[in-house]
């Protein structure tokens, strides 16, 4: 909600992340040299008893867990290679000769590759050229090899390069990224899995089930995924009806739980996270998301990201008795009760009929959103565990459900009642950024019921800081001041921490490490 007022401007703060003049230097002229292996000194965190690892480990940890291992030796094999550029440059060709163009029915987010189709062979000439090219690149590469036989590739110490073999077969620790970016942690396993299940499986928001009936649970929910889109399919498009159709004849695992250390609470805690990459409610709650995208505009508080705050900051002048908050939601995803969420969807599917697109087919839609969230069955090691409260934790769905179910909230009871009060009001999934302009009279009074407002919906709770001159939000330092100031918001436990630059990554990648860190 965006209106106008006069005199006192907001003004946001950012500068972005610098390096200083002798890193710059010394990347520009930086001559990669694999018989000088690069260590680093990252910081990370011992949960376990350091004697525990091989001698060695803290020098190859402090690599960073995104650091890419290079062999020893050149490639002797670039078959892949040349089939992989040898399908593109026919693709290419097929798609002129059929004179094809960007299809009406191409939709990336729900796009998934045919693996079975090849495309035919390319004019005569291009693949005599695409031959040759292969014979004159092997030539190369064999040459290469020759010459560099005796050149150690490894951009790993002697001792590093046996490490990780040996980090992969020790069962009795376990290696994780921590929350908040502050590096790796090595963990005793036991005291993980123990901790895994004190904190989160063991609680009231999850059942254990048993191997048979998850496997049954996941073949139930495939039947009645599928025969949902076959009895609704006349409502889909083209494009996603290929989606369901190559995404259900591919092989799909399980969601895997893991835990990441939060290292910055005391005692230390596991955030709890959901991989369902391959998975079967995967493939369904991403066609949910892609069918989301098309509601997130009519909600009145949406913004898409910080740059957005910055555009809105130049339309408005703000009065000098104004204060600025920024409320922050309580594990926003497993607090929401999900039958008042699917509610919620519901009466906002209702409220913006008039604005959502045609072929937006809400039966189909709000059926799919409740199996998902009622059927996140995962596996934990050798364990088996049914999700039974909040949002499905690691679907693609969960933010955009998240954004939507709370927003029909503000849509229909914040901003109704409180709205002249608030000059700025925008949110982004669990944070919310407002300008609040006080009353002579009763404002105490109003703020509070402001914040009641706030967390009187589906059990969700909101962290509500005392209105001030200033605040952060998406990582933005905002202050109500007269002089335009630019900076973003830095963490205290920030360790800036950067992929080495002897890391086995791509060229261009290595030339964006410090110009992005």
């Not at 110490?157 to 090595?186: E, M, S």
């Amino acid at each position: 909600m965006l209106r106008q007022k006069t005199n006192k401007p907001i003004v946001i703060t950012y500068h972005g992340y610098a390096c200083n003049e002798y890193i710059h230097s010394a990347f520009n002229h930086m001559v990669f040299k694999p018989s000088q292996p690069y260590q680093c000194q990252t910081t990370f965190k011992w949960l376990c008893k350091e004697n525990s690892l091989p001698i060695g480990s803290k020098a190859l940890l402090g690599l960073n867990l995104k650091f890419c291992l290079s062999a020893n030796t050149l490639p002797n094999d670039i078959k892949q290679t040349m089939l992989r550029m040898a399908r593109s440059i026919r693709i290419r060709y097929f798609l002129l000769d059929n004179k094809t163009t960007t299809s009406s029915t191409y939709e990336k987010q729900i796009y998934v590759k045919n693996t079975n189709w090849h495309p035919p062979p390319a004019p005569i000439a291009i693949e005599d050229k695409i031959t040759n090219f292969e014979k004159a690149l092997i030539r190369q590469q064999q040459a290469l090899i020759i010459k560099n036989k005796k050149l150690k590739l490894s951009n790993l110490t002697p001792i590093q390069a046996n490490i990780p073999r040996q980090l992969k077969h020790n069962k009795n620790i376990i290696i994780k990224p921590l929350d908040k970016n502050l590096g790796p942690a090595v963990m005793d396993t036991t005291s993980y899995v123990k901790q895994v299940l004190k904190e989160h499986l063991l609680s009231k928001d999850y059942r254990q089930l048993t191997k048979e009936e998850a496997q049954n649970s996941m073949e139930l929910l495939k039947v009645t995924l599928k025969t949902a889109i076959e009895n609704n399919s006349s409502h889909l498009s083209e494009s996603e009806l290929t989606y369901f159709k190559q995404s259900l004849a591919c092989r799909f695992r399980l969601p895997i739980f893991y835990g990441l250390p939060k290292v910055h609470k005391n005692p230390f805690s596991l955030w709890p996270v959901v991989s369902t990459t391959n998975s079967l409610l995967a493939i369904f709650s991403t066609w949910l998301d892609y069918k989301m995208k098309a509601l997130l505009p009519y909600v009145q508080s949406y913004i898409k990201n910080s740059m957005s705050v910055i555009q809105d900051r130049k339309q408005l002048q703000i009065p000098d008795n104004a204060l600025l908050f920024s409320p922050d939601a309580v594990s926003m995803y497993t607090n929401i009760d999900t039958q008042q969420a699917i509610l919620s969807m519901r009466s906002f599917i209702h409220d913006n009929t008039k604005n959502i697109p045609n072929d937006f087919h809400t039966t189909l839609f709000l059926q799919l959103l409740e199996i998902i969230m009622t059927n996140n069955v995962f596996s934990f090691d050798d364990t088996f565990w049914l999700q039974l409260s909040g949002t499905a934790m690691g679907t693609p769905a969960a933010c955009s459900y998240a954004t939507i179910t709370y927003r029909q909230h503000e849509n229909s009871q914040i901003l109704p009642k409180f709205g002249q009060r608030l000059l700025y009001y925008k949110s982004y999934t669990d944070d919310i950024f407002g300008v609040w302009i006080p009353s002579e009279t009763d404002d105490n009074t109003v703020w509070e019921q402001f914040k009641t407002e706030l967390n009187n919906w589906a059990g969700l709770h909101w962290k509500i800081e005392d209105r001030s001159n200033k605040t952060v939000f998406l990582d933005l330092n905002i202050q109500l001041i007269k002089t335009k100031i630019t900076s973003t918001f830095q963490k205290d436990l920030n360790l800036y921490l950067y992929i080495p630059l002897l890391s086995a990554h791509s060229l261009s990648e290595r030339t964006n490490f410090w110009q992005n860190a």
